[in-house]
């Protein structure tokens, strides 16, 4: 069963992601600007976070890893939350606010919400993807790499982060490239909390603050990229 988790983890997922995002490209010129349907695309990541979680519990089980979820709220792991938060923010800011593209290389535009509705269903899929993810990667991946590197912390949440990284890959080249340093920083939240929930919960406040503070230039952005020349 670990066999198979990380096999998939650190191989299938990312081919399925540049496959998505191929498949996203390719409808985008298709459908000449109109907009995918979000809610599917939600339930869609919801049910392969919770496939990966439950083959990443019975790795962990074949593997006897113990998973600790009960964090340390002390004023330097929360402290160190806060500023991971602010300084992920402050990079989709700058990514936002100086990037040279003429057209949106990624695909946020087309996970952001719209509607109410589709904002009930996505802070759904975002509190689903903060547990799942963080159980997988920085609890059960982080800890199974470790075993292989000799316990090296530092080598283990690089390789892990980098695996996370990849699994984004439907987000774009940039975006991947960005989310190695954030996954690292959660990892240390992990190492000064002592557990998930912490992470967990940063993790989720972010994707929401993306949304609010960003969703709109986003998807303003992108939409030039999305209509036909006239």
Not at 102 to 112: A, C, N, P, Q, Y
Not at 171 to 185: L, Y
Request: glycine share 6%; aromatic share 12%; net charge negative.
């Amino acid at each position: 069963m670990s066999l198979l988790f990380m096999i998939i983890i650190a191989a299938g997922l990312p081919f399925l992601t540049a496959q998505s995002y191929k498949n996203i490209r390719k409808m985008e010129a298709e459908m000449e600007g109109a907009q995918l349907a979000k809610i599917p695309v939600y339930l869609q990541s919801v049910i392969m976070q919770v496939i990966l979680c439950t083959l990443a519990f019975f790795a962990a089980r074949s593997e006897e890893i113990i998973i600790v979820f009960k964090s340390s709220f002390t004023l330097q792991s929360v402290g160190a939350a806060v500023g991971l938060i602010a300084i992920a923010l402050t990079i989709a800011w700058l990514s936002q606010k100086f990037s040279k593209e003429k057209e949106d290389s990624g695909t946020l535009h087309h996970i952001l919400p719209d509607t109410n509705l589709e904002r009930f269903v996505w802070i759904l899929a975002c509190v689903v993807a903060a547990f799942c993810e963080e159980y997988i990667y920085r609890g059960v991946l982080f800890q199974m790499v470790g075993s292989y590197v000799e316990n090296v912390w530092w080598i283990a949440a690089v390789l892990s982060a980098v695996v996370f990284a990849f699994g984004h890959g439907t987000q774009g080249e940039k975006a991947i490239v960005q989310i190695i340093p954030f996954a690292i920083g959660f990892q240390l939240l992990v190492l000064l909390s002592g557990g998930l929930l912490l992470p967990m919960i940063a993790h989720f406040i972010y994707n929401v603050l993306v949304e609010l503070l960003f969703g709109d230039k986003i998807k303003k952005d992108a939409a030039p990229s999305n209509s036909p020349e006239g």
